[in-house]
């Protein structure tokens, strides 16, 4: 620790006249020059960690999932879990429940995460403004511009598998949200991935749109419709609006991802950042590798050819997506 507080106040001096990529390659070499002593540099201190030390990005490196009701973690949402870790490096993944998780696949994340992950209990909304929130899902696209707002950090829905960095929208001071126009020029944006500094004021008036606009029985028509319509389409500069081709939160993602075995596997999912699976929504959206292979799990992975499978074999295997025998 002491070694920690020495180079931080060096770090603090420097960082005034020198650029922080200039200090920390300068860094490595004196390192590796002076050989400082094995016992002085233990899991605390490491370049990573250095980096999120002095990393100025404007969005907390923190990454939140949300679980209401439902404490059963499936193996598609443990991999995004892990995915997250893995891509982002974040400092913590918070996971926002009502319930107690449980679950083979959630004891095996949270072994394998240890304490970099945390649990931690929430209230789920039940009324906003007045007007009664009966949907869960509508509680949870509540909850997350709450949390946000107070927060910051990345918000991911629990089936969205992070393939590439985040660091590109961590750097900004306004809130990166996915908006696929680039594939369907009628879109409305897509609240599955958030990437927010707290405070942020598209996300103050997104949750004042529910505050004026809620009506429980239509979907997606406060998550998407009102606040694409009402607040990015004539103020583009309160977002940061991330095309189709880097946040993967268009429909026919699913398709491609779960691609029968009888057509060619899509390989274009490297060129993202991240992808929201619409994992429940395969049977509409992806019917023919559905009715293939209705649940995943770590054994009809091995061998699947489909995208979502490649990439399931990288993070759950730790291999680089080949087949598995």
Known sequence: MMMNNIIRSILNCLQRRLGLKTILISLVFVLVIIKIPKSLINDSFNLNILWMTYDKGYVPNVVHFVQFDNGNISFPMALCILAASRNINPTVIKIHTNVQLTGPYWMEASRRLGKRISVVAAKKPTEISGKPVGVVQHASDIFRIQLLIAEGGIY?????LVVNSFQRFRSLNVCSIGL?????????????ILVCPPGDSFMRQYLATY????DDSLWYYNAGEVPTVDLILPHPELVNAVPDSQFGV???ICGRLFTAVSKPKWNLWRNYTALHLFYNWRESLAKESYND????????IRKHPSAFAEIARIIWY??????IN
């Open 156 to 160: 991911l829905d629990n089936d969205v």
């Open 180 to 192: 696929p126009r680039d594939v369907d020029p009628e879109a409305f944006i897509g609240n599955q």
């Open 211 to 214: 505050e004026s606009k809620f």
């Open 293 to 300: 292979t209705r649940d995943h799990t770590p054994e009809t």
């Open 318 to 323: 730790n291999n680089m997506g080949e087949i």
């Open 250 to 252: 268009s429909l026919g």
